[in-house]
């Protein structure tokens, strides 16, 4: 007698089949299971059989770990020193855009107390008369930038213009909680 799951020989009067632990039954003798006969050949194209294969395990590699938190680190400071300094950069750009619109009271207005008691407003327009890539730049390109203490300051270039480039650094003083202009310098 052959067991019917697994083809292996089998006691006669077992129930269970010692090799698979298939139930077998009352079975009594029963023939060898038959060999697979050939197919006959046909003239279609044998379909392949798909095989399921383990995608290999990927290696953790702590050194691009490391560096990829290094970088969002980095990233992460750059991005706050942005947000902290915004306010800075943005007193420069309006008063620059107040001088390029010609709003020279506007302008004179984004200055701080002390810069204001020491220039007068007829003193601050000779002043752009004599450099007047401040008043027709085209853009200002913003640079280094920080603050401490209630004082920071703004690095740039201005650009364009019949009068060329010129190297701007403005000094700021914080009045109350409002980033006022203490002076600039051309170069």
Not at 89 to 105: K, T, Y
């Amino acid at each position: 007698m052959f067991c019917p799951s697994c083809g292996a020989q089998i006691p006669n009067g077992a129930h269970f089949c010692p090799q698979c632990g298939a139930n077998v039954g009352d079975a009594t003798a029963s023939p060898p299971p038959q060999a697979a006969q050939p197919a006959p050949a046909s003239s279609a194209q044998p379909q392949p059989i798909p095989v399921a294969v383990a995608a290999p395990e990927k290696k953790k590699h702590p050194v691009r770990r490391f560096l990829m938190w290094a970088l969002a680190f980095i990233v992460a400071v750059i991005g706050l020193a942005m947000w902290a300094t915004g306010d800075l950069v943005q007193v420069a750009d309006d008063h620059l855009a107040a001088l390029r619109s010609g709003d020279v009271d506007g302008a004179y207005a984004l200055t701080s107390k002390a810069f204001r008691s020491t220039t007068p407003l007829a003193t601050y327009r000779q002043f752009l008369v004599a450099y007047p890539i401040l008043t027709t730049h085209e853009n200002f390109e913003h640079g280094e930038r920080a603050f401490e203490n209630g004082t920071g300051y703004v690095k740039g270039t201005l650009n364009g213009g019949p009068n060329g480039v010129a190297s701007v650094e403005f000094q700021m003083v914080k009045e109350g909680d409002v980033w006022r202009i203490q002076g600039f310098e051309l170069k």
